[in-house]
């Protein structure tokens, strides 16, 4: 995974666009050079243990359908699950890469993505970096408080067709619990926009 300064990076309608803090972007693409589809969980059991969560919490987050959640606090393990959007389209093509297990035991953040029937996971470390002016679009929804969007192509290029996560929204202090779902008790709802799947919490 590079960095990129590049507005003509597409992230992929499937990719996972982050935003961790004010500006901050990093991303993991899904398209047709890499994807995180690479790196499945092939047993959830022994991933739930080294993340010191239980099978069954993120099976139940799983059937909640909520599109992202927070199943542990620390280390923190964020589920996403790209099957609670419901416009968000199959992936337009992936490269056959031979699939890596990796070893996810340590203290760095941890995206289990949900899609299908499977479940895939990367650390925070193999996130690229995006330029904060390269989320443009992007960035307009985390300022109406967007905690999670599957965003479609736009005719602006930039910042758009992925999913958008953004952390700030989804965790202010006192939601720092060993479970807080994104739906949570902030007054969160589904909206649908102008093609944009979203869930949005209430202004503060």
């Known amino acids: 995974m590079t960095d990129s300064n590049s507005t003509s990076l597409e992230i992929g309608i499937r990719g996972l666009l982050i935003l961790e803090s004010a500006k901050n972007y990093r991303y993991y693409p899904d398209n047709a050079e890499e994807t995180w589809a690479q790196f499945p969980v092939m047993d959830l059991e022994k991933f739930a243990a080294q993340r010191g969560i239980q099978r069954q919490l993120v099976?139940?987050?799983?059937?909640?359908?909520?599109p992202i959640a927070l199943c542990n606090a620390e280390p923190r393990t964020f589920l996403v699950n790209l099957d609670a959007f419901q416009s968000l389209p199959e992936a337009d093509a992936r490269p056959r890469l031979t699939p890596i297990s990796l070893d996810l035991g340590g203290s760095d953040d941890v995206?289990?993505?949900?899609?299908?029937?499977?479940?895939y996971a990367i650390g925070a470390p193999k996130l690229g970096t995006l330029d904060y002016e390269d989320a443009a679009y992007a960035e307009a929804l985390v300022k109406r408080g967007v905690v999670a969007a599957a965003l479609p192509k736009n005719s602006i290029p930039i910042g758009t067709h992925c999913v958008l996560i953004n952390l700030p929204e989804l965790l202010p202090p006192e939601l720092l619990s060993p479970v807080s779902v994104g739906f949570g008790d902030s007054g969160g709802g589904e909206s649908w926009e102008e093609g944009v799947d979203t869930l949005t919490t209430s202004a503060p």
Do not use: G, P, V
Not at 111 to 119: G, K
């Open 59 to 66: 099976e139940a987050l799983t059937a909640s359908r909520a």
């Open 111 to 119: 995206y289990l993505i949900h899609e299908h029937t499977r479940y």
